[in-house]
């Protein structure tokens, strides 16, 4: 009886560290579910238009400073996943030379522009 109680008990607590090292492993991934599904596409719509206009605001107090809108493009391309938050900052601030969000889809999808030979 004791023996069995010890198998369950290694078992439970197997499966208690695999869970554990899984969450810990893909935690990055499980923050991001969740925030997907906490929050609708209006909720993440208003967050963005708030934190722009904060952004606006504290550059207002540094008129050397310019940073320019986001384009429609840009804003898609980032909602859709195409461009990561750190490509969008390279790409505002010019310090990358692969700046075009399609560039990033063409590359990921595996999509190629043909050309017929005449």
Partial sequence: MKSA?????????ALFLA???FVIWQNDTLRAVLRVTQNSKE????RLEENREHIQAELRGHPELSVR????EEKEA???GFLSEEQLVERLTM???????????RKRSGWR???TPR
């Fill in 5 to 13: 109680r010890k198998n369950v008990i290694v078992v439970l607590l």
């Fill in 19 to 21: 869970v554990v090292a």
């Fill in 43 to 46: 909720e993440l719509e208003q």
């Fill in 69 to 72: 809108d986001l384009t429609e």
């Fill in 78 to 80: 980032l909602r859709e």
């Fill in 95 to 105: 310090t990358s030379k692969t700046a075009d969000p399609y560039d990033i889809w």
């Fill in 113 to 115: 522009a043909t050309v």
